[in-house]
């Protein structure tokens, strides 16, 4: 049995298909589904059980003896959530409480950490899980730091020889986007936001750059398609000897207009790109450049190849966005 924590949203969602395509076992979805439209995501897998968060260690409890893996992709993802309290305990007492309980019960533990852990990048997008390197990152919000405060807990309880799940992996994911995103409204990635403005062949409003070292558009992110999110964690539950906090991203930044371009030609349009302001509210803590260092991971093993952006861009556009059925 795998339990998969936020397994309704965007890359868990993902995770189950493609741990169903394997023909794993049970799965079970831990997540909030609400009245929107979030349950579509899992609408096609076969689930064992569907467990509402609040429920989650009673089943597990009742589960111990079967349950192999807990992937844990819940959290509170927006990175505008000022509510610092609810990031807590959604983002780091979780964590912590679901650490323990696969320390204790000997299941493997692989989570969602982020690459907003880096901050504005100053300190580099070194993976480095030791206790000092983690010390010197100062993420830009509480998400972020939510992210961060987990990975420093992980890396004392390592360094102090404490028990831990039988194997254990962080990943920090860097710009994912894909399908099964729909429901993360103005949190969805800008591929899925320009999609419908190519679509109309109407003009897209990207961010202007307020730093004069960037270009109007050329403010640079590692954009990683989630089938190659996919494809590590399923390297990872096939390789159980393998524990660490590693970047998942493709080790190539590339500029938000080369990602609405590629949109623009997936449709078989011109691009048409225009420029607003950078929100006031969220400028200071804007990011201009993310580019993962991939090597720790492939260091571990993993060697097969990342998605090129435009590759990655005409398969969401043309598989699912311009698709009768967006989901996977």
Known sequence: MILVTGGAGF????ILAALEDRGVGKLVVCDRLRSGTKWRNIAKRELADVVHPEQIFQFLEANHKRMEVVIHMGAISATTETDADKILTNNFALSQALWKWCAMH???FIYASSAATYGDGAQGFDDDASVKHLAKLHPLNAYGWSKHLFDRRVARKVTAGSRTPPQWAGLKFFNVYGPNEYHKGSQQSVVAQ???HAEKNAAYQLFKSHNPKYADGGQLRDFIWVGD???VVMWLLENPK???LFNVGTGQARSFLDLANAVYRAVGREPQIKFRDTPIEI?????YFTQARMER???AGYSKPFTSLEEGVEDYVK???AAADQYR
């Open 106 to 108: 000997n299941v493997r």
């Open 283 to 287: 400028r200071d803590k804007y990011q």
């Open 242 to 244: 393998v524990s660490g």
């Open 194 to 196: 320009v999609y419908p």
């Open 229 to 231: 999110v996919v494809d």
């Open 11 to 14: 890359i868990g969602s993902n």
């Open 319 to 321: 598989r699912f966005l």
């Open 297 to 299: 991971l492939r260091e």
